[in-house]
């Protein structure tokens, strides 16, 4: 049967319950609804043209968690628990994809391929770059962080930088082009907040370990 993000989150409620026993009390927040970001990922029809959705990146939750079902990448399906997620679009796969090889992926699905072919430990540590565990950063609070870094899931941080309005995160990759945010609150009302980012975040240099 194929697995799908809607499925793993239905899955996961029993593990949520559990986990959430040694969490501690977030702090009262207007954001109180239980939709995880999972069912965000999930609501998308597929690999399409639309370069401003998620579909690669539903591809590499699912590729992570089907390799490893006690990832920590299953807190985006446990919409009871507060996480905020930097979301790569289908164009930052794109873009990583490009820059890693050289060439630009015809479409959607080739550059899923090719990030696949990474291993699913190294996406594994790049979505536990993107996700800030137990707490809701909605954009308010996104902008009230510039100039200070934000403690991520693969334990790093990530820098937040504001200019004229536009917020950018600092990448760990220096040959990189730092990541822009050009959509925030998804999802917002609830305890999992995303905010789309046009790259995806490097939690380490690509040419350095290639070089290794």
Do not use: C
């Not at 390799?67 to 990583?96: C, H, I, Y």
């Amino acid at each position: 049967m194929k697995k799908t993000l809607r499925s793993l989150t239905a899955t996961a409620a029993a593990a949520a319950l559990v986990s959430a026993g040694v969490a501690t009390a977030a702090p009262a927040s207007a954001e109180t609804g239980n939709r995880s970001l999972a069912k965000v990922l999930a609501a998308d029809s597929g690999f399409d043209s639309n370069a401003k959705d998620f579909d690669a990146l539903e591809k590499a939750v699912l590729f992570v968690l089907d390799k490893n079902p006690e990832s920590p990448v299953g807190l985006l399906t446990r919409g009871k628990q507060r996480a905020t997620a930097f979301l790569p679009t289908d164009l930052a796969f794109s873009r990583l994809v490009t820059s890693l090889t050289g060439e630009k992926p015809a479409n959607e699905r080739q550059a899923w391929q090719t990030a696949r072919s990474l291993g699913a430990e190294t996406i594994e540590e790049i979505l536990l770059y993107h996700v800030v565990p137990g707490k809701t950063l909605t954009s308010d609070k996104v902008l009230a962080a510039r100039g200070t870094r934000v403690d991520v899931a693969n334990g790093d941080s990530v820098r937040v930088v504001v200019r004229k309005g536009r917020v950018f995160l600092g990448d760990r990759d220096q040959e990189a082009t730092n990541p822009e945010v050009t959509v925030l609150d998804i999802n917002r009302g609830n305890k999992q907040v995303g905010h789309a980012v046009n790259r995806v975040l490097r939690p380490f240099s690509f040419s350095e370990s290639r070089k290794g």
